[in-house]
């Protein structure tokens, strides 16, 4: 059984995420800083389903402490799935961004990626198996109005992505990304109606949760062993 690690796995579409990959046969860890209670929640869910999870909760923007809780859970078996799914937005126009809406966002996106991954990659190389997915945003491949720090984060693990896709390539371990347009989760509750989106969105509609871990769930599995260093966006048609 192989083992997964979702960041972020208690909200909207990391939820998604964690139920389909603990569908399809993977040991979850569900990964809360926090709202420990509510990935709790959603592992006794998958359990009660039939499914294996287990709730883990750290600070990705803090080093130390990602990094001790990683090494202790690979210490006897690596962790050969990992979504990077964890991601806040803190919006402002540029002129009127602060530093600490600029460096609050980049660290959760862009260095807790480092902070998690890092650790993790040594044991995906040594088992010649892995996958690396992250979850960014059409906002890293479009930009978006009001948004330049979570754009800029976003985009940023869009070059991360392909880099250590070439590091990786020739050791069985693949590296993704999957970059959601307008998905219907509480993040866009308040800013998005229906005639909003239908305006924006060519398919009229808002994408589930459940489509984005859809593509998570292939690009983890064994039938995506040639598909790496790819920025591939579920949104309805946007772009």
Not at 138 to 162: D, E, F, M, P
Not at 191 to 199: E, L, R, S, T
């Amino acid at each position: 059984m192989k083992r997964a690690l979702v960041t972020g796995g208690s909200g909207g579409i990391g939820s998604a995420i964690c139920r389909r990959l603990a569908a399809d046969g993977c040991y979850v860890y569900i990964h809360a800083n926090r709202n420990l209670a509510k990935a709790q929640a959603l592992a006794d869910e998958i359990k009660a389903g039939g499914g294996q999870a287990e709730a883990i909760a750290f600070d990705v923007t803090d080093a130390d402490a990602s990094r001790a809780a990683l090494e202790a859970l690979i210490a006897d078996t690596p962790i050969q799935v990992l979504v990077n799914n964890a991601g806040i937005h803190d919006d402002a126009v540029f002129p009127g961004m602060s530093a600490a809406q600029w460096h609050g966002v980049l660290d959760v996106s862009l260095s807790g990626f480092f902070n998690v991954t890092q650790p993790l990659t040594m044991a995906m190389i040594r088992s010649r198996w892995g996958r690396v997915i992250n979850v960014t945003s059409i906002a890293g491949i479009t930009g978006n109005r009001g948004q330049v720090n979570y754009s800029a984060a976003k985009g940023a693990l869009h070059a991360a992505t392909k880099s250590l896709s070439l590091e990786l390539a020739s050791r069985g371990v693949t590296v993704n990304a999957v970059a959601p347009g307008i998905i219907q989760t509480d993040m866009i509750d308040g800013v998005f109606d229906a005639q909003a989106i239908a305006g924006m969105v060519p398919m009229k509609r808002a994408g589930r949760p459940e489509e984005v871990a859809d593509l998570v769930g292939f690009l983890a599995s064994e039938q995506a062993s040639y598909i790496s260093g790819q920025i591939i966006s579920v949104n309805g048609g946007m772009i």
